[in-house]
């Protein structure tokens, strides 16, 4: 073999010694390298290596070994690796403090250095929370604070990932760099949503509450986005949990109002900014009282986290309806009391006969129908009327219409509690027919009144809930509909 040979894979060898040494973070074996190798450092460039030990050692939080590196070959620090990141992107992406200091002494410049998806170094560390490398990137670099990624600020940012505290000391950096007090962070993305409409639709109630306590912020509020809603009104396109309901009295208790803002952005374009006329005093938004506030209880009470709560409630309603419906099938067919076996003549066993009073019995005649014809009767009208309706309950569920639909989900509602009504009745009336006349058929009377009235308030209370929601909701929304329109 060639002396040149021997050379390249010594060379080869070297490299790779060096970059072993740069994950563990071995000082001895690295001057070691420089000592048989000393332009091995620059020759790193010229590899097909993806990083250089700067990364690594970096990224591992080797402080002394990244100290060498740097009194070796400074330039390392302006190396991008594959993904066009510094070492400064991936110390700050693990928040390595130290590092972060050591490699902005050298030079500040890879503050601004963006990789393949456009990310300064920065943007990781507010994405990974990392409050002390935030400031020390901002006091190097105060340019970074109005960097956006693919139209997203670094405020955007912080909301995404929920970094209260990260958010907290980039607004102060903000406020104390920024000479008009016109911050960045009340401008907007691509969407044109500022940081308080995004932290009302990842519902982030401590989020909000500090947004509004700043008081560039709050003059903001009314801001519209590019489908022309403010943060108050994003608050109807969202599912109502009890966070949004925290959020929304926080919005209604700002002094500015919560739609058509006069005031312009930093970042946005003038055509962005929607204009509006001022609030009237007269139109301040008042809290509802009253039965309204007991409406709005049970709504949030009785509203489900899943909007496909009814889809996915569909197989239990018709289980439900099933079940009432074969009840009341057999109410009939095995009545209170049974049925008439066979007529006491011996010559015809299956012959009517007539009793005292004129009536006809028959073999296979309830026997409550002519003991207690009038009790029977409307047992028979209550038990008839509920198999009906969980019928039609059964026929709504199976068929495939879409649930979601207000109308379907009143019938719904109203078609169970007519069912249940008069499955209660049936209930209530066998009772009747099974107490024998005394104390006990007094006693049966006061229950079946205690029952009936208890029922009866409940099952109204509930009917006019959903009648109620059924009516206002569209209502309500014609009539934030038009509010946004003016």
Same mark, same amino acid.
């Given at each position: ?26 000082? #001895? ?16 460039s010229l590899t097909d290596l993806h990083e250089t030990p700067l990364h690594i050692s970096s990224s591992c939080g080797h402080l002394d070994f990244t100290k060498e590196l740097l009194s070796l070959k400074p330039t390392l620090v302006t190396q991008l ?102 911050? /960045? ?6 969407? #044109? ?38 943060? %108050? ?11 949004? %309901? ?20 930093? !970042? ?34 009785? /509203?489900?986290? *899943? ?29 209170? !009391? ?16 007539? /009793? ?23 047992? #028979?009208?209550? *038990? ?60 049966? *009377? ?41």
């Open positions: 073999m060639r002396a040149s040979d021997q050379q390249g894979i010594s060379r080869d060898q070297m490299m790779s010694i060096l970059f072993k040494a740069s994950t563990n973070g071995d000082l #001895l074996t690295l001057r070691s390298v420089i000592k048989q190798d000393s332009q091995i450092l620059n020759r790193i690796d594959y993904s066009n990141r510094t070492a400064l992107h991936v110390a700050s992406a693990e928040g390595h403090i130290d590092i972060v200091k050591e490699l902005l002494k050298i030079n500040k410049d890879p503050c601004l250095f963006r990789d393949e998806k456009g990310r300064i170094p920065l943007y990781y560390a507010v994405m990974r929370g990392r409050l002390e490398v935030v400031r020390e990137l901002i006091r190097a670099k105060s340019e970074s604070l109005s960097v956006r990624v693919k139209g997203e600020t670094i405020f955007h940012v912080c909301v995404k990932y929920n970094n209260l505290e990260t958010l907290k000391a980039l607004i102060e950096a903000e406020l104390d760099i920024t000479d008009d007090r016109h911050l /960045n962070f009340t401008s907007v993305d691509g969407t #044109l949503n500022t940081i308080l409409h995004l932290a009302v639709m990842l519902k982030q109630v401590e989020t909000t509450s500090y947004l509004l306590s700043v008081s560039e912020i709050r003059q903001v509020v009314g801001l519209k986005n590019k489908l022309g809603l403010t943060a %108050y009104d994003i608050l109807e396109h969202v599912p109502k949990e009890l966070e949004i %309901y925290e959020i929304r009295d926080m919005l209604k208790a700002t002094d500015h109002p919560i739609s058509s803002p006069t005031t312009e952005i930093r !970042g946005i374009e003038e055509s962005h900014v929607v204009e509006g006329l001022p609030q009237p005093a007269t139109q301040k938004t008042t809290q509802p009282k009253g039965w309204r506030n007991i409406l709005g209880f049970m709504t949030r009470m009785l /509203n489900h986290n *899943n909007p496909n709560w009814l889809d996915e409630m569909r197989g239990n309603l018709s289980l439900v309806a099933t079940v009432i419906s074969t009840i009341t099938f057999q109410a009939l067919i095995n009545p209170p !009391g049974g049925f008439v076996q066979q007529s006491i003549l011996k010559e015809d066993p299956f012959k009517c006969i007539d /009793n005292d009073e004129g009536e006809s019995i028959c073999p296979g005649d309830a026997i409550s129908a002519v003991t207690y014809s009038d009790l029977f009767h409307p047992y #028979l009208k209550y *038990n008839t009327i509920c198999f009906i309706g969980s019928l039609c309950v059964i026929l709504l569920v199976v068929s495939g219409v879409p649930l979601k639909h207000r109308v379907v989900v009143w019938v719904l509602s109203i078609a169970m509690c007519i069912t249940l009504t008069f499955l209660s009745l049936t209930y209530l009336q066998g009772l009747y027919l099974v107490t024998p006349d005394g104390e006990l058929f007094k006693s049966a *009377n006061k229950l079946f009144r205690a029952s009936l009235y208890c029922w009866i308030g409940f099952l109204s209370f509930v009917a006019l809930f959903f009648t109620l929601c059924f009516v206002f909701g569209p209502v309500k929304r014609a009539k934030n509909k038009l509010n946004r329109q003016i």
